[in-house]
């Protein structure tokens, strides 16, 4: 077994746990489809967070040419997979079985509250990547920061512009589809 596929075990497990939960979550609200307010933004939110974990998956391969791993490039990794699953884990509103009040089935509201921690924790996610970028793959830095600084700007605006949620999700949209052709 290489260091690569050791180390990738554990961030394999957290990440295949990010996308259990968010399938989880997902498959609950269909479930109570009756009593949930479903608005598009939060769906598209939800949508583009698997695509951060599967980008991450893809990443985790080309992370293969590293020859010599640290345990601090280790923890690097293993802590914005954890940032990445506490996204995936509040991207969705949670079916808490209280028929008598259905207000946090409401994917708006969600999205405006409880679902601004998501876009914090994906800001986490963001911070590792210059790391990643320059130290484990030797990108040139001015890209290695450019590209996650713009996702951390648009992750801090969707947790503190909780109004602007529905413009700033299709922005992130297109981000994450820029990420996944530049990752590619």
Known sequence: MTQHEYVFIAISVILGLALTRLLHSAAG???????VTFHWATALWAAVII????????VG????TVVEW???DFFILVIGTIFVYGAADLALPTED???????????????RSLG????LSMLGYFCIGPYVNITMFGNPPLLSFMFPIVGCI???LIALKPAW????????????????????
């Open 29 to 35: 609200l269909v479930r109570a489809y009756k009593r």
């Open 51 to 58: 695509l951060f974990i599967l980008q991450l998956w893809w």
């Open 61 to 64: 391969w080309e992370l293969r």
């Open 70 to 72: 640290t345990i601090i």
């Open 97 to 111: 079985y209280d028929l008598s009040n259905d207000k946090e089935l409401v994917f708006l509201t969600h999205s």
């Open 116 to 119: 601004r921690f998501s876009a």
């Open 154 to 156: 648009l992750v801090l």
């Open 165 to 184: 949620f529905e413009f700033l999700t299709v922005l992130f949209a297109w981000y994450a589809i820029l990420i996944l052709y530049l990752t590619a």
